[in-house]
């Protein structure tokens, strides 16, 4: 662990309502994850956790009735923020009877809710690290962004263990991506200096309208924190291409002013429709690797 101290071990088992649908959540998790920061490995998704106290990892496995959840921090006082923070990022504190009851009142999405019941929200155990990652994500494929991230790790992360933490800080005029990508980040990062909060008890209404206000922060950038960073269940992508191609292969309205309209019904579950609606297409994060 850090500094060479020998860390605390906490083994807990994470209990939710049951169904769960795991494919989509750790299978996003993993598709997207950062090396170094996170790693799949023997059916066990692990990453760095920043804590109040100090530091850790945590190692999860996810079975029928309950996600089996090691932690080792730095300090043992951490333990109960740890375990509030994996909730949150497995999204386990869900009513699924509701949401799912909600999304199968449309026909068109009724389907999809009875072919995978429970499906949960993937988020993030820390709000500017996924901030930041999204803006490396901007405009680039899922494996261009692991990649940016991945640098940026290497050069700036603190080890933790045999991991390292996402840097949250860090020389912006060093990365190596286009310069309206570094005038993005340089906002982002002076307003996170500037007391912006994007953490799961955050006013979202505040962090919305202070991230529509940062250059380059369009609203697909802005849902995307505001549904992953703060829990929002009702943040909606309508102009994410997966979406729009999904809801034109169920007979939904393909352009977004129009998809707008048609979700209303969905509110205040949005976020989870657009699980569903990604989980039409064939791409990795939505299947568990063998």
């Known amino acids: 662990m850090l500094d060479g101290m020998p860390p605390a071990t906490f083994s807990e088992r994470l209990h939710f309502q049951p169904p769960l649908c795991p494919d989509n959540l750790f299978g996003h998790l993993i ?58 990022l497995l999204d386990l504190d869900v009513d699924p009877f509701a949401v ?62 045999d991991l390292l933490l996402f840097p949250l800080s860090f020389d912006v005029a060093a990365m190596a991506v286009p310069e309206s990508r570094r005038r993005t980040m340089a906002a982002l990062l002076e307003a996170l200096e500037s007391g912006l909060d994007l953490s799961p008890s955050a006013d979202r209404v505040v962090a919305r309208e202070w991230l529509s206000s940062l250059p380059g922060f369009g609203p697909w950038t802005v849902e995307s924190i505001l549904m992953r960073a703060l829990g929002d269940p009702d943040a909606f992508l309508p102009t994410d291409l997966g979406i729009r191609l999904a ?24 976020a989870y429709a657009v699980q569903h609606l990604w989980a039409t297409g064939d791409h990795e994060v939505n299947r568990i690797p063998a």
């Open 31 to 88: 598709a997207t994850a950062v090396p170094g920061v996170e790693e799949w490995r023997d059916g066990v998704y692990r990453r760095t956790l920043r804590l109040p106290r100090g530091f850790g990892t945590v190692a999860l496995r996810p079975f029928p009735d309950h996600v089996e959840c090691v932690l080792e921090l730095s300090d043992s006082r951490d333990s109960a923020s740890a375990l509030d923070l994996c909730r949150f």
């Open 100 to 161: 799912d009851e909600a999304l199968s009142a449309d026909p068109l999405l009724a389907p999809l809710v009875a072919a995978a019941p429970g499906r949960r929200v993937p988020r993030t155990v820390d709000g500017a690290e996924f901030a930041i990652r999204a803006v490396l994500g901007q405009q680039v494929s899922t494996k261009a962004a692991r990649t940016h991230a991945a640098r940026l790790v290497a050069a700036e992360g603190t080890p933790v263990g």
């Open 247 to 270: 809801a034109e292969a169920l007979g939904l309205p393909s352009t977004p002013a129009a998809l707008v309209r048609r979700a209303e019904a969905w509110r205040p579950w949005r």
